[in-house]
Each structure stands twice: as structure tokens, then as C-alpha cells.
């Protein structure tokens, strides 16, 4: 029997070697594609699981950028994938118009902590187009020992040093207040501390002028109203800029009298006042003796 040369068994080791290696990587090669096809499977079955959707930036945006739908987009994600405070599309309309705190890149979620603090409107915010807030001081007396609050509705009557002596009269009714306020100061002639309440009112540029030369005429009080109260307040001067200026004033035909109510000028007749037309009725302004009040009367009508 012929014993195989050592040469011939290196070769047979060589090729068993090279078929084992070879064979080792094939099964690597079906291993990793088994792995590989399960977690894309994996990943696809997850796609397919409860979706969610969420406000992304349609590009890149830079730090202070105001948000708009003009730069946000609305993106569908994986459940899993969303942040717990990431933007839902029914909560745009609350971050609208406010700014980035920081850069926010394309396709990324837009998160309530990336966002500025959102800062208290002023309060000439509050303050309609057209409309003016007049802030007046009035003490604790006449301001209803301060129980007024914003939102309340309420007349205002002045007493004002008049070229025929001191006269009481209403001014305004039904204006809105805005805000309310204290200050304490001290009064000039006694040198006692005194207490007051400041009120801002929600006017109109003609209201405004008129309260602001009442204020340096005399003093204003503040009457507290019912919100659904409509009536009329007796005695306001038809023309009441001229009537503080000693002239009596006309504003109309007669038939109606102009009536400073709240957010502005209402036409009344003369009855609604308890005016007889162009007489000079003493009942005509109550709470004043006979012959103020048939000068009040006067005023009131337009007569001479």
C-alpha cells in the first residue's frame, strides 16, 4: 500500500480550509439577511401601527421667527416617534404669532419649550380703535368707597364752580370703566393725607376733552349703575362744552337733546328728560331749588 507524499495532504488541508471558511461565511451572509429582513419588517409593522399629527417647520427657521401658516407644516409621525409636547395642529391658533427661542431646522416638530414666554398684552391693547382711556382721580367718597371694578358700568356727576356760583349736573352716564387704581396725596391746604381712587374710563376723543375740563373745573363723582340699566339721567346740558363755559350752548333742532351715554352721543326728545320742550320747567333738574333749576333748564333747551 502507497502512503500519501506529504505535499498531497498540505493541499487537501488547504482546500478544506478554504470550503469551511467558506461555508461559515455563508451562513454569516444568510444570517445577517434574516436579521436585517426582520427589523425592516419590524420597522414597516410600526409604520403601519397609530400615526399622530404633528406641527413641523417647513424650513429652517432662524431664533425669534413668528410662527405662521406660511412656515409651519402639519406632518404625520409614528406615535411613538412624537414628543409629549410636541405642536398638535388644533393648538396653531395658540402660537400664532409667537417667536422661536431657538432655531428650529426643516421637518423638525415644533415643541412648547421652544418657544418665547409669551409676554401680558399692555393694556392699550384693551383700548378699542378710536376709542381713548381717560384716567381720572377721584376720592373715596364719591368712588363708591371703592368697590368700582373693571367692567362696570357708571354716571359721572360734577360739581363745578360755575360764574353763577356752584352747580351739580351729570356729564356722562353709562361709561365703561377699565381699570381702577389708589393713590394716597397730600392735600395742599389742609396738609392732610388723603386717599384716592383712580378710575380708567373708556371714552371717545369728544368724551375725553370734556371730563379733562370738568376735572380742572371742579370735582367728579362716580355713581355706581345696574349693567342693564338704560334710563336716562336728567339735566345734562345740551352743549355741554359751552354750558361749563358760561355760554348755554345749542347742539340740535330742539325736538331731540344730544346725551353723552357711554360709548358716545345719543338723541333723545326733550320728554325722555323730563324737558317740556323749550320750558324752563323747575322740575326739569331735581335736587336743585327753584331758581338753579329753571337756569339749568335753560341751558338744557337752548334758550337765552
Partial sequence: MKIPSIKSLKVNKTWLGLGAALGIGLIAALAARSYLSNQIEQINAKGKGERVAVVVAKGDLPKGALLSADNLAVREIPAEYAHSTALSPDQFERVEGQSLAMPLRAGE????????????ATFSARVEAGRRALTLAVDEISSISGMLEPGDAIDLIATLDLPGG????PVMQGVKVLATGQRAVDDAKSGE????????LDTDPQQAQILIQVRERGRITALLRNPGDQAVLPGIP????AWLNGKGGDMGDGKTVPVLYGGGLTRLAPEALNLPGAATDAKAVQGADASQAAELARALSGSP
Fill in 109 to 120: 416638530m415644533v415643541m412648547w419649550g421652544l418657544l418665547e414666554p409669551q409676554r401680558p
Fill in 166 to 169: 356752584k352747580r351739580t349736573v
Fill in 193 to 200: 393725607r388723603r386717599n384716592y381712587s383712580t378710575v380708567t
Fill in 238 to 241: 345740551r352743549d355741554l362744552a
